[in-house]
């Protein structure tokens, strides 16, 4: 099997597929032409994420991944939710095939960019540098691959 | 299971088995050994490359086994490279839709200093005679042009080629993997010099497979050893696989025309019923293409998830999607015929064989649309698509 038993439940079942209508961030990474596109929804009430929703172009790893990364941000600060790197969330799901990790880098900036939105719609300043997007780069980097 | 990758391999008919056993419990000796096992063994592989001449029209001299059809590509591929460049002859004629095994071995002679024109497929996956004609040079050592393509499944002009190649005294190779067992193959008339052939599609054994080469063309071995294959092919004969490959081809021969005739049915109602998914488009000529295969792009969905959840509801399908490539870029051979990335991610390949059923037909058409929808309606593309943020292409 190419993908954990884990990996496949959240495909087969991911949780939290869809859109939040008056979502506090929306952000979208990955590119159409590679083959994957995640757009991530979060609700923040008091600092805290009360709801997150994803929608997902792309493989099965890419909706896994997805599917779990909106487990980790949920009830999280956001402050914490932030920090949720792609090794945890490929740690939750039991591991990822090497030519899937993209899947999960994905993922983690897909929250990321949720949260830059909600951070720049309500005005609370942060660090750009952390929140810049490394997706051209794990691109270039599966390209020279 | 309902089994629709039969591009990709097929199920081993139960009647080459048969043929096949007394080869691997009884008569199993070697086929250069000089006792009576090794000689019985020897007469039977012999039998089996009378067989396979018949069957494509050539000498069972010009039959060479092999391991299968990669091995017989890269075969012929080097073999007219090495013959041509000792006249200075560095150029070869290819398409921009074969087979790895033919690309590879191109790619490889390219870094070596050979020079490959690809010729163009346009919309429909076939190269134009005329096009051939015009990338023709003084220089040009061979034309390796495949006789159906494993994606789209297209049929090219082959007969045509080979009467340009041999009016022009060029080479001519056709990886025909796809081709032979399920549409008339004749090497004389085709005028072909070379032609690959892989014993597990048409219900053969995996791991054997034919290299026919023209009596005047000096093949170069990839194998060295022993005098096994009139020499250009080191290694014991695979006696076993040899006389299943034939059986086989024997039995596809004979039941060619009855079968695509009922595969064409079942083809055509998958081809008109799939097609009414909203976005989708079949890729590769409607007509010039195999009896068994359906090659279709849905817009807005990838293709791994599409198969993971075909696999899911017991349909073993095939896709052009990156993913399922191990490499970034979706199918070389969609995006030759001009599909955008996106689209290309979003493909799927059917394929049929003689033991594909009516029910099993039905049974696809209910739960593809399904599952398409059911991706698209998680798919930021799709949502864009349908918001007008992004535009339709198919």
């Given at each position: 099997m190419l993908y954990s038993e884990k990996v496949m439940d959240h495909f087969r079942n991911p949780r939290n597929v869809g859109e939040i209508e008056d979502a506090s961030g929306v952000g979208e990474v990955g590119n159409a032409k590679c083959g994957d596109i995640m757009r991530m929804y979060i609700k923040v009430e008091n600092g805290i994420i009360t709801d997150c929703?994803?929608?997902?172009?792309?493989?099965?790893?890419?909706?896994?991944?997805?599917?779990?990364?909106?487990?980790?941000?949920?009830?999280?600060?956001?402050?914490?939710?932030?920090k949720i790197t792609n090794q945890a969330v490929v740690e939750?799901?039991?591991?990822?095939?090497?030519?899937?990790?993209?899947?999960?880098?994905l993922a983690e900036e897909a929250v990321k960019a949720a949260v830059k939105d909600y951070y720049d719609k309500n005005g609370i300043a942060y660090d750009q540098e952390e929140y810049a997007s490394h997706t051209h780069e794990i691109v270039k980097d599966r390209h020279e691959k | 299971m309902i089994y629709l990758d039969n591009a990709g391999t097929t199920k081993l008919d139960e009647k080459v088995l048969e043929a096949m056993t007394p080869y691997l419990l009884e008569e199993y000796g070697n086929a250069s050994s000089l006792h009576s096992m090794g000689q019985k063994a020897r007469e039977a592989l012999e039998k089996a490359r009378e067989q396979v001449a018949k069957c494509i029209n050539a000498k069972p001299r010009e039959v060479y086994f092999t391991s299968g059809g990669s091995e017989g590509d890269s075969q012929a591929i080097i073999s007219a490279c090495r013959l041509g460049e000792r006249k200075g002859k560095k150029h070869i004629i290819s398409s921009k839709i074969e087979h790895h095994?033919?690309?590879?071995?191109?790619?490889?002679?390219?870094?070596?200093?050979?020079?490959?024109?690809?010729l163009d497929v346009y919309d429909n996956g076939i190269v134009k005679v005329e096009d051939l004609k015009n990338a023709i040079r003084e220089d040009t050592a061979l034309v390796t042009i495949m006789f159906a393509n494993n994606e789209i499944g297209t049929i090219q002009p082959v007969e045509e080629i080979g009467k340009i190649c041999r009016e022009r005294g060029i080479l001519f190779h056709s990886d025909a993997v796809q081709a032979v067992g399920h549409i008339p193959v004749d090497v004389e008339k085709m005028n072909i010099d070379m032609l690959s052939i892989a014993g597990h599609k048409f219900h053969g054994p995996k791991g054997v497979g034919v290299l026919y080469a023209r009596s005047n063309v000096l093949l170069t071995a990839l194998i060295e050893g022993g005098a096994q294959e009139r020499g250009k092919r080191g290694g014991t004969e695979n006696v076993a696989g040899a006389i299943g490959l034939a059986e086989a081809l024997n039995m596809a021969t004979i039941e060619m025309e009855e079968i695509n005739k009922k595969q064409l049915v079942l083809r055509d109602r998958l081809i008109s019923e799939l097609s009414k998914i909203p976005h989708s488009i079949l890729n590769g000529d409607r007509e010039k293409r195999l009896a068994n295969n359906v090659n279709?792009?849905?817009?807005?969905?990838?293709?791994?998830?599409?198969?993971?959840?075909?696999?899911?509801?017991?349909?073993?399908a095939s896709s052009g999607s990156a993913c399922t490539s191990g490499s970034l870029d979706p199918s070389h051979v969609l995006l030759a015929i001009g599909r955008p990335h996106e689209v290309a991610h979003g493909s799927l390949r059917l394929t049929l064989s003689k033991y594909t059923t009516e029910e099993?037909?039905?049974?696809?058409?209910?739960?593809?649309?399904?599952?398409?929808?059911?991706?698209?309606?998680?798919?930021?593309?799709?949502d864009q698509l349908e918001k007008g943020v992004r535009k339709h292409v198919i």
């Open positions: 929703k994803f929608m997902t172009f792309g493989c099965g790893s890419a909706i896994a991944t997805s599917s779990m990364a909106t487990e980790l941000v949920k009830g999280k600060p956001v402050e914490e939710a932030v939750a799901l039991g591991g990822l095939p090497a030519h899937k990790l993209h899947c999960s880098v | 095994a033919v690309l590879h071995t191109l790619e490889k002679l390219e870094k070596e200093g050979f020079e490959v024109t690809y279709m792009c849905f817009e807005g969905i990838e293709g791994e998830s599409l198969l993971l959840l075909l696999d899911d509801e017991g349909i073993c099993e037909i039905d049974k696809t058409i209910q739960i593809v649309p399904k599952v398409v929808e059911y991706l698209r309606k998680m798919s930021p593309v799709w």
